[in-house]
């Protein structure tokens, strides 16, 4: 099992940023990849960004060049930075951990554990 403590999201106009946050505590296997990804109501899971104990990272096309994720590898903390965001970047953003797995299982919305969500909302 893993725990997340999630923090950041919030009410910003467009063109404003946001910091999102999360700390993981659990199996360190199960937290080789962590990301983020957002949800809609009723929507399906949208893949925003990953960053893998490897150092590797990759991106939705959706965020490329405004969203950056960092991640703190000994404390198993990721931040995802948001900037110039738009009204449709508004969603539930989730937090998420797995193990070594293909790149299309993260990017296809498949993860082994995840936080219980932050809201962000971009509205003027």
């Known amino acids: 099992q893993v725990q997340f403590v999630e923090s950041g999201g919030g009410l910003v106009q467009p063109g404003g940023s946001l910091r999102l946050s999360c700390t993981a505590s659990?199996?360190?296997?199960?937290?080789?990849?962590m990301g983020w990804y957002r949800q809609l109501l009723g929507k399906q899971r949208e893949f925003i960004a990953y960053f893998t104990r490897s150092r590797d990272t990759n991106y939705a096309e959706s965020v490329k060049g405004r969203f950056t994720i960092s991640r703190d590898v000994t404390e198993d903390t990721v931040y995802l930075q948001m900037n110039s965001l738009k009204p449709e970047d508004t969603a539930v953003y989730y937090c998420?951990?797995?193990?070594?797995?293909?790149?299309?299982?993260?990017?296809?919305?498949?993860?082994?554990?995840w936080g219980q969500g932050t809201q962000v909302t971009v509205s003027s």
């Open positions: 998420f951990s797995s193990a070594n797995r293909p790149t299309y299982y993260y990017t296809s919305g498949n993860y082994d554990f």
């Open positions: 659990g199996i360190i296997s199960s937290t080789y990849a």
